[in-house]
């Protein structure tokens, strides 16, 4: 049957009039499916209702909304109805929980922090989106506490918004806990950064540290075997040296000299650096110690400079501080100056400044004229007064460029590289010279004018005793002055030492300490090319004599030392670049010792000079020298530099008396200069009968005895003296045919020192190792030793320091 | 001063050689740090001599080998000199043949002494000449203003 399809089953839009159709039931298969039909209706109408109690309900909960809005005048301004505390810490108390539930937060907080909360609602109303922020309230009701508020919005059925949804969470304690969570983290990351920057600064300078320890121990390391070098040379240089040998020696000790320099500087340095070194206070008279300077560079002056010193008249005559640091400086600087300076002038300007203050201004460096001795000190409680002494190193030099200036005092540098191999010098001294000054309590400064010159200008504090009294304290002064100096005019405050002319150079006495005029590229010995092949025109011989009045007899290698300064006449150039070593040689010890000549007066016979050589400062003053003729005298004495003839023996007493028995011409040539090397002299027979009659005739302390020889050999000669030595008489040599000497007919006369002896004279066989001259046989005949020919050096020293030693 | 240099390295090789070529031996060189200041000709003044020496006893030797009849004893002693001062200023080649000749002489072989004997001769006179030009060479050294170099 047809069934009309009904568009609504709600009872109005059913058309009553409209018939329906009814199905008949057809038997059960009808009915159930109409039973299907009726139950998928029913409940298609149930769906349908529900759906409108939905709506309906929205609609309320709408119209209520809309009711609020309306009751707040539809200004659409963002409230919160508090709906619900959550209390988790049950803080709130009861009652208060009652009065503020169900009321606006409008009415509930009032103070810092409401209007942010109700802009941040008004936003998220705007927006449209939710989203949380903490906001920090300061409200009557909570006190001072930040809300995380959370603010959702609440839209209409059509989209709009219509308010929000708010909630509030007491995040103060989370949010303290936090910043102070960000705080320490902030302050840990600062401590360590601390703590790693701490930590580089240690380990660098514990490396600083180790460096410097290393380096000073190293230094020491080897200073000693270096001293070891520089000492044996010194030894060789007081043997018998050629030309030649001498030269090359010469050089060996300046580099020494120099090594050993450089290394006591590298030692100071890190001394001073490491705060190690400790400053004496001494007292000493400060006019000595600049005319002790001046005199040292002058005496090792080899160029054409004038040398001056001027010391104020304000300046105490003593003062107290550590003189060996202060020379140090001294020296330093004004070796400084002459290296740089060809011509003109180098001086020390002392004079006393006030108080420099360094914390202040640099400008208070003035000379002053004022009486000055510290009367403006800030330190009245001292007993001593302190005076600032300002010493100016001022030259005429090649100046020094302003671009470096900024680093002239630190450690190694020079001006440039061209400097540093044109001058020699390591760059320590000025960094030396700085420290030292620093430590001291001063300043070392310096001005200069590329071309002009420079002035290094150091300011110190000096303590002067109130109880000062120059007259005595000469115990305290005896390293600085030598008992000629307290003669001299205490308060002589100018010193002038003039570049030698030639005239003076060379005086008969020989004893003057005199200047050299050399060019100056003489420098450093050790860039300077040595094989005799140096430039200089002239050869004077006149250079710094050593020791002439320390010479003894005894002092064998001085007064050959002599004779090889006062003997060469000739002008070889190979000479005349020797004194110049020498004088580089001692020129840096002088640098450190002191001379006592005086300088200034070249005319004067000079009464006591030491010259401060190595091998003399252990030496006590001497005697004054008794002019050249003596010295003369010594050198021919004592020389045994005359080859061949006759030689003196000046005392019997200390050499053994040595026979030689040779044929052989060239042998004993030979062998005479090497025992002449060895410092005797020999007498020399040819046959065994002449070393008979010999020894009847000599005593003698040694015998060299060749074996085969004309006439007599000297296994014979040897058991003729033998028996005679034992027996005490000649009979034995008679019997061979040998006449006797008239002096010993009876051999216990006592005759005159050379009555021969019947001591075992030790007889040395000379073989030539031939089957006839064995050892076997030497010993046989009674030889004590033998020699095996050719001779050498070596073997005669061997033997001869067996039976002398 | 090139040439000094130059001349002094000259010297130098040429004392070596003559030591390497076995003219020499350190005997010599024994006399040259005999030389000094105070000695200065040492070395020269000693061959000089031996120079002169030798030249007697090669005549001696000639002479006696030239004999009827040789008087070996006599022969012996003069080489035995010349063994002596050649050994002793270093003339090694001279040296040795000397201590042949000996031999010789104990054999008491004539032929063998005459052959040494040439030996010798010749020996003697290339050492001669080879020193003296190391002098010549010393001497030009020092009149160019050089000093002469220590022995190596």
């Not at chain 1, 809005?69 to 049950?90: A, C, H």
């Not at chain 1, 020094?400 to 760059?427: C, N, W």
């Given at each position: ?229 520089v000492?044996?040379?010194e ?18 000790i300046s580099?020494?000299d120099?090594?050993l320099q ?30 002790h300077v001046?005199q040292t560079a002058a005496a090792s ?23 060996l640091?202060?020379r140090?400086?001294?020296t ?147 390293d600085m002055t030598d008992?000629d100096a ?25 004893s003057?300490r005199t ?28 250079h710094n004599v050593r020791s002439k009045e320390t ?7 001085s ?23 020498e004088n580089v040689a001692c020129r840096s010890k002088q640098c450190q010792d002191y001379t006592n000549s005086q300088l ?6 000079s009464?006591s000079h030491t010259e401060s050589r190595r091998e003399v400062d252990a030496r006590p003053k001497t ?183 | ?152």
């Amino acid at each position: 049957m047809d069934i009309e399809v009904v568009p609504s089953m709600w009872p109005e839009d059913i058309d009553s009039e409209k018939p329906y159709n009814i199905e008949k039931p057809r038997g059960d298969q009808d009915m159930l499916e109409e039973a299907n039909a009726v139950r998928l209706l029913r409940e298609e109408l149930d769906i349908l209702s529900q759906q409108r109690q939905e709506v309906e309900l929205k609609k309320e909960i709408l119209e209520n909304f809309r009711f609020e809005e309306e009751g707040y005048g539809g200004d659409k301004r963002p409230i919160s109805i508090l709906d619900e505390v959550i209390d988790i810490y049950q803080d709130l108390p009861r009652r208060k929980k009652d009065d503020i539930l169900g009321k606006t937060d409008m009415e509930i907080f009032s103070g810092v922090g409401v209007k942010e909360s109700q802009d941040f609602k008004r936003e998220v109303l705007e927006k449209g989106l939710p989203a949380k922020r903490e906001i920090t309230f300061e409200t009557e009701l909570f006190g001072k506490k930040i809300f995380l508020i959370y603010v959702e919005p609440v839209f209409s059925k059509s989209g709009e918004t219509i308010g929000i949804n708010y909630m509030g969470m007491d995040v103060t304690d989370q949010v303290r806990k936090r910043e102070k969570m960000a705080k320490l983290r902030e302050e840990m990351a600062v401590q360590k950064a601390k703590e790693t920057e701490l930590n580089k600064t240690i380990h660098i300078t514990e490396e600083t540290m180790r460096a410097k320890q290393m380096l000073a121990t190293m230094s020491h390391e080897i200073r000693s075997p270096l001293s070891g070098v520089v000492s044996m040379a010194e030894i060789l240089s007081a043997t018998n040296l050629d030309r030649e040998q001498r030269q090359l020696l010469n050089v060996m000790i300046s580099s020494g000299d120099l090594v050993l320099q450089l290394i006591n500087d590298i030692l100071d340095l890190s001394k001073v650096e490491s705060g190690v070194m400790k400053l004496e206070a001494t007292k000493f008279h400060p006019r000595q110690v600049v005319k002790h300077v001046l005199q040292t560079a002058a005496a090792s002056l080899q160029k054409i400079l004038t040398l001056e010193g001027h010391i104020a008249d304000d300046v105490p005559i003593e003062v107290i501080g550590d003189v060996l640091r202060i020379r140090q400086i001294l020296t330093n600087l004004i070796s400084n100056a002459i290296k740089f300076t060809h011509e003109g002038k180098v001086g020390i300007n002392l004079y006393v400044v006030p108080d420099p203050c360094f914390g202040k201004a640099e400008g208070n460096h003035q000379k002053t004229g004022n009486a000055a001795d510290g009367d403006k000190q800030e330190e009245p409680q001292l007993p001593e007064t302190v005076v600032w002494l300002r010493c100016d190193v001022y030259d005429t030099g090649i100046g020094i460029p302003e671009s470096a200036l900024p680093t002239l005092f630190k450690k190694y540098m020079q001006v440039s590289a061209d400097h540093a191999r044109k001058y020699g010098g390591t760059g320590l001294g000025l960094a030396i010279c700085k420290q030292l000054v620093e430590l001291m309590g001063g300043r070392l400064t310096v001005s200069s004018r590329v071309n002009c010159g420079s002035t290094f200008t150091f300011v110190l504090p000096y303590k002067v005793s109130p109880m000062c009294d120059s007259s005595d304290d000469a115990d305290d002064l005896s390293d600085m002055t030598d008992h000629d100096a307290a003669t001299e005019d205490e308060t002589a405050g100018y010193f002038l030492f003039q570049p030698r002319t030639l005239g003076s150079l060379f005086s008969s006495n020989g004893s003057t300490r005199t200047q050299k005029l050399l060019p100056h590229n003489i420098g450093y010995a050790n860039s300077h090319k040595l094989n005799g092949l140096s430039d200089n025109p002239c050869s004077f011989l006149s250079h710094n004599v050593r020791s002439k009045e320390t010479a003894s007899v005894e002092d064998a290698y001085s007064t050959i030392e002599v004779a090889d300064t006062l003997s060469e006449p000739e002008s070889s150039f190979s000479h005349s670049s020797e004194p110049a070593n020498e004088n580089v040689a001692c020129r840096s010890k002088q640098c450190q010792d002191y001379t006592n000549s005086q300088l200034q007066n070249p005319t004067t016979n000079s009464t006591s000079h030491t010259e401060s050589r190595r091998e003399v400062d252990a030496r006590p003053k001497t005697t004054e020298s008794q002019g050249s003729s003596e010295a003369q005298e010594k050198f021919e004495t004592s020389s045994q530099c005359t080859s061949g003839s006759s030689p003196q023996v000046p005392t019997t007493k200390l050499r053994p008396k040595i026979l030689l028995v040779e044929d052989n011409k060239i042998n004993v040539m030979v062998t005479r200069s090497m025992m002449k090397q060895l410092g005797h002299t020999i007498d020399v027979v040819n046959n065994g009968v002449e070393a008979v009659h010999a020894v009847q005739c000599n005593c003698y302390d040694l015998i060299l005895m060749d074996v085969c020889m004309p006439v007599m050999d000297g296994l014979q000669a040897t058991r003729l003296i033998r028996s005679f030595e034992e027996t005490g008489s000649w009979d034995a040599a008679v019997k061979a045919g040998i006449e006797l000497c008239a002096t010993s007919s009876n051999s216990l006369q006592d005759t005159q020192g050379s009555m021969p002896s019947r001591k075992r004279t030790p007889i040395i066989a000379m073989t030539a190792n031939a089957l006839s001259e064995s050892a076997e046989e030497c010993y046989a005949n009674g030889m004590d030793s033998f020699i095996s020919k050719p001779v050498t050096f070596q073997k005669l020293k061997e033997c001869f320091e067996q039976y002398f030693p | 001063m090139d040439s000094v240099v130059q001349l002094q390295r000259q010297l130098v090789d040429y004392t070596a050689s003559l030591f390497h070529e076995g003219f020499l031996d350190e005997q010599f060189n024994q006399l040259q740090q005999l030389q000094d200041e105070s000695n200065p000709d040492f070395v020269v003044e000693v061959v000089s001599l031996f120079f002169e020496d030798s030249e007697r006893l090669l005549n001696e030797l000639a002479k006696a080998l030239d004999q009827q009849s040789v008087d070996f004893k006599r022969i012996d002693a003069h080489v035995h000199q010349l063994k002596g001062s050649s050994s002793s200023i270093g003339a090694q080649r001279v040296q040795k043949v000397c201590i042949a000749f000996r031999n010789y002489c104990d054999e008491q072989n004539t032929e063998g002494c005459l052959k040494c004997l040439q030996q010798v001769k010749h020996e003697y006179s290339l050492v001669k000449t080879k020193l003296e030009t190391l002098f010549k060479l010393e001497r030009q050294v020092l009149a160019a203003g050089g000093s002469i170099p220590l022995p190596i």
